[in-house]
């Protein structure tokens, strides 16, 4: 059973570290740096990723996802606007292909349905979530070369 919960600093971010440390661990499997180059990295990614998250999604709802009371993985949404963002959805890999983004994304998607919002969110070019995004009826609606940005959009009520 797959469920979330709201994020608590103290007590999940050294999850929220492990979870980004895993989701680049195969891009950076071939560069040929040092670990500890490698950790420099991966700190000053992090600490940016956090910044630009806030900047851009002051109003972020971020969730801890949970498999059996175990963190498995985040999901952070931004419903400020006309849409609803879905900023970031990250699995740890052993649960990566096993329908849990799936599942997260239907339940998004039954929430914007209700409240008649489109889903939007930006993806990595080359990045494999990109073909779930398409199953679940994301469509393109621009590309600015590094990511792509996707709608999904609620069935219009009679």
Same mark, same amino acid.
């Given at each position: 059973? *797959?469920?979330?919960?709201? %994020? ?6 050294? %999850? ?14 071939n560069w040929g740096w040092s670990e500890s180059d490698k950790l420099a990295f991966l700190q000053s990614q ?14 972020? $709802?971020? @969730?801890? &996802?949970?498999?059996?009371? @175990?963190?498995?993985?985040?999901? &952070? ?9 879905? +900023? ?11 329908? +849990? ?21 930006? *993806?990595?070019?080359? $990045?494999?979530? %990109? ?6 009826? %994301?469509? *393109? ?7 792509? @940005? ?9």
């Open positions: 059973m *797959v469920h979330t919960r709201p %994020f608590e600093h103290e007590q999940d971010e050294a %999850f929220i570290w492990e979870l980004y440390c895993s989701t680049r661990t195969e891009e950076m499997a992090y600490a940016m990723q956090q910044q630009s998250y806030q900047m851009q999604f002051p109003a972020q $709802n971020h @969730q801890i &996802i949970l498999r059996s009371g @175990q963190p498995i993985g985040r999901l &952070i949404t931004d419903a400020r606007g006309d849409a609803l963002h879905l +900023v970031d959805l990250s699995l740890l890999p052993a649960y990566r292909g096993q329908g +849990v983004g799936s599942s997260i994304i239907g339940d998004l998607q039954k929430e914007a349905q209700s409240f008649q919002l489109p889903i939007r969110l930006h *993806v990595l070019q080359g $990045n494999p979530a %990109f073909r779930l995004y398409e199953r679940l009826h %994301f469509i *393109v609606t621009d590309s600015t070369g590094l990511y792509i @940005q996707m709608e999904w959009q609620p069935v219009p009520q009679k």
